[in-house]
């Protein structure tokens, strides 16, 4: 079992900064690809980025390639999200999810453990 513990949410004016960070817990989650998913009021949880295990390689979605940085330390069981010319509608409640396996997945039912989430506002 896997236990996921997301933080670094807050409240940023638009073209500000957050980084945001995903401990795991209960298991090391080498070999699980790790995601970052964002569900915004009134709105169905989305895939925003995504990283695999094996060479760290990267996906994200277009609206924030360019801005957004996801990494992931095997070490110490982390990963995080870089958000950088925030804007307004990425005001969001940011969700980590990992998945079994290496490869990365865009869907939220393709995903087996779930953090709790942390809301970022970008106030513009």
């Known amino acids: 079992q896997v236990q996921l513990a997301e933080s670094g949410g807050g409240l940023v004016q638009a073209g500000g900064s957050l980084r945001l960070s995903c401990a795991a817990s209960g298991r090391t989650f080498s070999g699980y690809a790790m995601a970052w998913f964002r569900q915004a009021p009134g709105k169905e949880r989305e895939f925003v980025a995504a990283i695999r295990w094996s060479d760290s390689s990267a996906y994200y979605i277009d609206s924030v390639k360019g801005r957004f940085t996801i990494s992931r330390d095997n070490v110490k069981n982390t990963v995080n999200l870089q958000m950088n010319s925030l804007k307004p509608e990425d005001t969001a409640v940011y969700y980590c999810?990992?998945?079994?396996?290496?490869?990365?997945?865009?869907?939220?039912?393709?995903?087996?453990?779930w953090g709790q989430g942390t809301q970022v506002t970008v106030s513009g």
């Open positions: 999810a990992a998945r079994r396996g290496t490869l990365v997945a865009t869907l939220k039912g393709q995903y087996d453990y």
